[in-house]
T-cell receptor, first 115, second 115 residues
């Protein structure tokens, strides 16, 4: 069964450094999402992406964040200058279409630790 | 904005017994989608079951079923014949029918299964 994959599974970085989290969505999916989950808290939406554009973003997704689909398979989340509070689990998700009836399938997550 | 509330931070159930996890939500919309996701210790988000708001019939997936009460804005998950592998965090999520909208998650319920 096709699945969303994410790399790395765990990333440790120093405060102020740039990190890139990578995701490979399910191949026929067109809509992509990033969510994050700070330890012990609920999952929060960051950004959605379609047709090489951001379609929606939350208040969390400020200027230090960016997303890109550099080729036909990868979808990346870049954090330019990491802060301690960016430490969280970051989940990538994809869906075949963008309608509300379309299920979003999640990857296994990347645990980001900022020291 | 829509909100999702899970009032039970923790629940426990004996193996082979039945447990019900509660979820309520707040919305002014008439069309939407509701989901239950399972997050085992690996922290991957796994779709358990989904329910379209316009359907009166409650969704069922093997041992998992929902009790969807649209007027009460309630969406509980029933797990029958509980197994040790059911132990996980369970998140209720809402998705609006308006465009390509993100999932809105509750804070989760941690389910323990006692052998």
């Amino acid at each position: 069964e096709p699945e969303v994959t994410q790399t790395p599974s765990h990333q440790v970085t120093q405060m102020g450094q740039e990190v890139i989290l990578r995701c490979v969505p399910i191949s026929n999916h067109l809509y992509f999402y990033w969510y994050r989950q700070i330890l012990g808290q609920k999952v929060e939406f960051l950004v959605s992406f379609y047709n090489n554009e951001i379609s929606e973003k939350s208040e969390i997704f400020d200027d230090q964040f960016s997303v890109e689909r550099p080729d036909g398979s990868n979808f990346t989340l870049k954090i330019r200058s990491t802060k301690l509070e960016d430490s969280a689990m970051y989940f990538c998700a994809s869906s075949e279409a963008g309608g509300y009836t379309d299920t979003q399938y999640f990857g296994p997550g990347t645990r980001l630790t900022v020291l | 904005a829509q909100t999702v509330t899970q009032s039970q931070p923790e629940m426990s159930v004996q193996e082979a017994e039945t447990v019900t996890l509660s979820c309520t939500y707040d919305t002014s919309e008439s069309d939407y989608y509701l989901f239950w996701y399972k997050q085992p210790p690996s922290r991957q988000m796994i779709l358990v079951i989904r329910q379209e708001a316009y359907k009166q019939q409650n969704a069922t997936e093997n041992r998992f079923s929902v009790n969807f009460q649209k007027a009460a804005k309630s969406f509980s998950l029933k797990i029958s014949d509980s197994q040790l592998g059911d132990a996980a965090m369970y998140f209720c999520a809402y998705r609006s029918s308006s465009g390509n909208t993100p999932l809105v998650f509750g804070k989760g319920t941690r389910l323990s299964v006692i052998a």
